[in-house]
Structure formats: structure tokens, C-alpha cells
């Protein structure tokens, strides 16, 4: 109906523009034969010396026949007497009165304006929301309705977080058997919120809850409730609600909630805008939740610092769930799920990969598979092989390879000894993560080379050993750079800037300066609608920051000692793997290894054992008094 409504309003649009125009434009048929068009004063003299045969006047023209049969036209000023002189002088004279214009053109002219902006307002209206029938439709919610088509993802297919699918499997439970809960008086959470990184599958576990649970799922992003019109969101928000109470039990998911969620009153606009009154329709709605309803609502953020208070309370958003960056088994589960539908060669070991890609989130280890699915096509392989694997880690972390870069033998030499002095400097510093590869391969956009650390475990605290050990490493390129060619360059300064963020935070956040003591100095405001980090408290004086510069540099000062103490100790291991990178390009970790004369884990446990039975040698035994050994028996015969 809303179709036909429309088409009719467009012809009558149509058909009035068009007789307009015709009305308009019409102008009076010419004759066949092209009249003589003459002056007013030769009309006159033509008519006084007997050369009109006849003549015809209409409103200001005059046209006739000359006596030779000669046509012609004139514009006369006025006709008031002009038809009696005429015919005093023996011309047949013939008037013809004014042309009436039909009422109906007269009332369409006068009323075209009009009409023309209400049709351009009807059409405008129609098609701003898609088309045709949605003239009324601006209250109407945009969510997806999934009946028989739910999604058919399930917790099958989401893998790291089996403590999330857990804590939302039992809201699937209640769902399909409501009574088996109320029988013991328990209630539904009304809201659960999915908390955790980018990336990390909150939308993923939704959909997953949406194929598990038997129940209708609605699907609805944060920002489709705000528009342009002031009180459309409030409005789609109601509108959402009438309709999940009519196919309740059901599940409502907001994708992006922060959108709509945001903390109120904190904004430039004051506390009336469209956003804050779609979310009170929204706190109304989730409060106003009958005891009984069936209605449960699933949102997922990563802002949920910039939430609305009254939103998280207990009564709407009942249930958080964390989800947060995966352990390694959790990386080797994820790995799993994505692989199932690729071609992988016997020698791809997932839980190598996994302990290779701490941080990574499932968004990145999909990144990765998908990289080495490509990388092994380009290669015209048949099947995916680790080396792949090894090389979309790479190309995941620091960017793909940039071969293409132009860098002389010069610059080269000097990537090479930087690199060689944090890897260095990472090996013979105990507590620090292994070297995993060095390369001096350009890579990225600013990367001129790079060197590789993963640690054997997920680490949640750091000691003050192994944040002053990162900074030592990170010191050690430009260590290097000092010692071999007497002069530094501008490639640490990414280094430089870690280095000083690093110690910063030991000495204001963390407590870890002896002489400021256990203080947390600064306190940032993260203002929710202008910023992170707008603005920056400095709750401490003049004299403190002066303190605070002080034990920032020694920290940084004593790193570089201790860098340039081992670089200087091991300076022909420095030339060795420096002159190897330069040949190679990349070193693997076990290759270091196998340079330095360090041991493998192997070898390390076979030594262990001898020391046990009194059969290594001191040089050995110094080898792993460095490398430092969990067996109690074993560090009382290096003590």
C-alpha cells in the first residue's frame, strides 16, 4: 500500500509539471507562410495609401494581406479605435477576442510552487531511509531478527575462553529450562556484559550463544539507535523491547555498546541530547524487565571504563564477563579451530606457534593463519609448513619484508651491530626473555631491522630485575653502535623512548624508587567525551618532579653501564655474530645459540645430571650457575 501511495504521488507530480510547462510555453500556432513583420508607422501608411487587403486584430498585433497577397504582422499600442479607422478606408477588418485561460490551468499554475516542495519533502522523506514505506518508519528498531537462521556458530567453534563460555552457557540454560532455576528461587541475570581487548571474540561468543540457545536473537549494533532527529533512539529503543515481548524467551545482543552506553553529564552538550536520552530509555527498559520475562540482554564493549554508572549496576547488567587475551594453551586452542579447514604439512607444531605469539588475541592468530595460508598459495605450495607459520609471525608482528629498500653497506654494517647488541646483551643477561631471531631484513614502514624476543611462559608480574633487564636490552643497540664505531645514530631512538617510558613507570607508578619511596605520583584524567588522556594531574610539586627526572636517569644510566660492561666483555662474540648477520641476514635463536657455544634445553638437563655425579667440567659449571637452574640440588653443588 505504502508502494502505490508513493507511485501515485510521483505521476501526479509529473503530470502537474508537465501541464505547467505546456501552459507555460504554449505559445500561439504560426501560420504556414512566414509573415512580413513590419513597423507600426508603415502599418498606417500602408492602410492610407490603399495596400491592405484585409486585416485581423488580437489583443496588441495586427496581421493581414497586402493587396498583392503579401502576408504580414504588427505590434500596435493600442486597438481602442483602430478597427473603425481601418475600415473607413476600405479594409475588411476582423477582431478576434482575448483567449480565455481554462480555470483548471489558472489554479494548477497558481498552486505549482506549492506543490512541487511538498512532492520534493514526500520524496525526500522515502528514500532517506532506503526506500519506499518508511515515510513513518524512523521509530522503527534496526535490529536483525534471527528466527530458523539463527547463526550457526557454537562454543565448539570459539576457543580461549572457556571460563566466558561457561559463565554464558548457564544463561543458555535458563532459557531452554527456566523452571529447573526457579525452583530454587534463583533469577536470570537480566544483562550480561562481554568485557575484554579488541579482538579477543566477544562478538564471536555472542553469535556462538545466539547458535546454542533454542530461542529467538536479536542483533543490533550500538550506533544504528542514534540519529539525527532528537528522540529516534529513545524511541527504536522501545520499539526493540515491544518486540522481543512478543517472541520472549529471546536474547537481545548490542554489538559496540559504548556507543549509546556512554557516561551521561560529561559531555560539552550538556545532559538533553539524543544520546543520553536513548540510553534512560534504555535504563528504563532494562529495569522495567518483568520478574517473569524471558527477555535476556547481551552487550559487548572494550570502553567499559567509559560506561554509564547506572548502567553496570546490579538489576540491568547483572553478569560480567572478562573476556581477555588468551593464555598459551588457550593460543594452541584457538590455532586449532582455524586450522581445521586448511591443508597443514606434518611439520607445523601448534604449541610452537602458540608459545611464539604471546598477546596475541584470536583476531591476530586468524591474521596469522590466514597470512601463512597466503604466504604457502604465492609459494605454490600444496600444503601450509611451519615455515610459513615462522614467516606470518614476522610479517603479524613488525610487517611484511621490504627487500625493495635501498640501504647502503654503511648503514647495513651499523643495523647489524645494533641488532647483534641487544640480542647480546638479552643473552647474557640472566631472567631475560630468549632471542628468538635477529634480522636485519627492513621491515614495515620504519623497521630497519629487528631483534625477536618470546618468553618460555605467559608472564602476568614483572619484577624490577626484568623491567631494568628490558631496558638494558633495549640500551644495548646503542651500546653497540658506541663501542664499534665511536659514534651513535638516530636508529635508537624508538629505543630511547621505550627505555624512558619503562623507567618512568617504575618510578611513578609502580613504587619501585628508593628515594620517593611507595608513592603513585600524576594522575591521569580520561575524560570520556574529549579524550584519554586529556589532561594529566600533577599531584606533586616542583621539587618532586625534579626528584622524579633524577631517578628516571639513574635508572637509565645504570642500564647503560651494565650493557656497555657486557658488550665490552664479549666484544669479539659482538664481531662474530655481527659479521654473520651481515652474510645471512637472519639469525634464528637456536643458530645464536649454537654461535655463543650456548647449550640446548637437552643438554642443559644432561649436564645437570653429571654435575649431580661430580663429571663437569668449571667452565660448564659457570655456563649454568648463568643460566640458573629450578633444581634445589642442583644449585647447592654451583653454590
Not at 635501498?406 to 640472566?430: C, M, N, Q, W
Request: hydrophobic letters at 40%.
Amino acid at each position: 500500500m505504502g508502494r502505490l501511495i508513493k507511485n501515485l504521488g510521483l505521476y501526479l507530480i509529473l503530470v502537474v509539471l508537465v501541464v505547467s510547462l505546456v501552459n507555460v510555453f504554449l505559445s500561439p500556432a504560426q501560420s504556414p507562410q512566414q509573415a512580413e513583420v513590419i513597423t507600426y508607422s508603415e502599418f498606417l501608411t500602408a492602410v492610407d495609401t490603399g495596400q491592405i487587403k484585409s486585416v485581423t486584430i488580437k489583443e496588441n498585433t495586427v496581421s493581414g494581406r497586402f493587396i498583392d497577397g503579401r502576408s504580414f504582422q504588427a505590434e500596435v499600442v493600442g486597438t481602442g479605435d483602430l478597427a473603425k479607422e481601418i475600415a473607413g478606408k476600405n479594409v475588411n477588418v476582423q477582431v478576434e477576442p482575448p483567449q480565455k485561460t481554462p480555470w483548471w490551468a489558472t489554479m494548477i499554475s497558481s498552486f505549482f510552487p506549492t506543490l512541487l516542495l511538498i512532492g520534493v519533502w514526500i520524496f525526500f522523506l522515502y528514500n532517506m531511509q532506503g526506500g519506499g514505506g518508511k515515510v513513518m518508519n524512523f521509530a522503527k528498531s534496526k535490529a536483525k531478527l534471527f528466527l530458523d537462521n539463527r547463526p550457526k556458530v557454537t562454543f565448539d567453534d570459539v576457543a580461549g575462553c572457556d571460563e566466558s563460555k561457561e559463565e554464558l552457557s548457564e544463561v543458555i540454560q535458563f532459557l531452554r529450562d527456566p523452571g529447573k532455576f526457579r525452583a530454587l528461587g534463583a533469577k536470570v541475570p537480566k544483562g550480561v556484559l562481554l568485557l575484554g581487548p579488541p579482538g579477543t571474540g566477544k562478538t564471536l561468543l555472542a553469535r556462538a550463544a545466539a547458535g546454542e540457545a533454542d530461542v529467538p536473537f536479536f542483533s543490533v549494533s550500538g550506533s544504528d539507535f542514534v540519529e539525527m532527529f532528537v528522540g529516534v533512539g529513545a524511541a527504536r529503543v522501545r520499539d526493540l523491547f515491544e518486540q522481543a515481548r512478543k517472541y520472549q524467551p529471546c536474547i537481545i545482543f548490542i554489538d559496540e555498546m559504548d556507543a549509546v552506553g556512554r557516561h551521561r553529564g560529561a559531555g560539552l552538550g550538556g545532559g538533553h541530547d539524543e544520546r543520553e536520552q536513548t540510553l534512560n530509555q534504555l535504563l528504563v527498559e532494562l529495569d522495567g524487565f518483568d520478574e517473569s520475562t524471558g527477555i535476556i540482554l547481551i552487550a559487548a564493549t572494550n570502553r567499559p571504563d567509559i560506561l554509564d554508572p547506572a548502567l553496570l549496576r546490579p538489576g540491568r547488567f547483572d553478569r560480567h564477563i572478562v573476556v581477555d587475551r588468551p593464555d598459551v594453551k588457550g593460543r594452541e586452542e584457538i590455532l586449532a579451530v582455524h586450522v581445521r579447514n586448511k591443508k597443514i604439512a606434518d611439520d607445523v607444531d601448534l604449541g610452537v606457534v602458540a608459545r611464539r605469539t604471546p598477546g596475541f588475541v584470536g583476531a591476530d592468530l586468524a591474521n596469522l593463519v590466514n597470512e601463512a595460508a597466503l604466504l604457502a598459495a604465492r609459494a605454490g605450495k600444496s600444503l601450509i609448513t611451519m615455515a610459513e607459520f615462522e614467516e606470518g609471525i614476522d610479517r603479524v608482528i613488525a610487517g611484511p619484508e621490504r627487500k625493495s629498500r635501498l640501504v647502503s653497506d654503511k648503514e647495513r654494517r651499523i643495523i647489524a651491530f645494533h641488532e647483534t647488541g641487544h640480542a647480546l646483551v638479552a643473552k647474557y643477561l640472566p631472567n631475560c626473555d630468549p632471542v628468538h631471531k635477529i634480522s636485519i631484513i627492513p621491515r614495515g614502514h620504519m623497521a630497519l631491522g629487528y631483534t625477536l624476543q618470546l618468553p618460555d611462559e605467559d608472564r602476568f608480574l614483572m619484577s624490577k630485575t626484568e623491567l631494568t633487564n628490558q631496558i638494558t636490552v633495549l640500551l644495548g643497540g646503542r651500546v653497540a653502535e658506541e663501542l664499534t664505531f665511536g659514534d651513535v645514530t638516530t636508529g635508537a631512538g624508538n629505543d630511547l623512548d621505550r627505555a624512558t617510558q619503562i623507567a618512568r613507570r617504575m618510578v611513578t607508578e609502580f613504587g619501585m624508587s628508593d628515594a620517593l619511596g611507595l608513592v603513585k605520583l600524576g594522575h591521569k584524567h580520561q575524560e570520556v567525551f574529549l579524550g584519554r588522556d586529556i589532561a594529566d594531574d600533577k599531584n606533586y610539586s616542583d621539587n618532586v618532579a625534579y626528584m622524579i627526572d633524577q631517578e628516571v636517569k639513574a635508572i637509565i644510566d645504570g642500564c647503560y653501564e651494565k650493557a656497555k660492561q657486557i658488550l665490552t666483555e664479549k666484544k669479539e662474540q659482538v664481531e662474530m655474530v655481527a659479521e654473520t648477520l651481515l652474510e645471512k641476514e637472519v639469525i634464528e635463536g637456536k643458530e645464536l645459540d649454537e654461535l655463543l657455544g650456548f647449550v640446548t634445553e637437552e643438554e642443559t638437563e644432561e649436564q645437570e645430571e653429571r654435575l649431580l655425579h661430580g663429571d663437569v667440567k668449571e667452565s660448564k659449571k659457570e655456563e649454568l650457575r648463568r643460566k640458573g637452574s629450578t633444581k634445589p640440588e642442583v644449585a647447592s653443588n654451583l653454590a
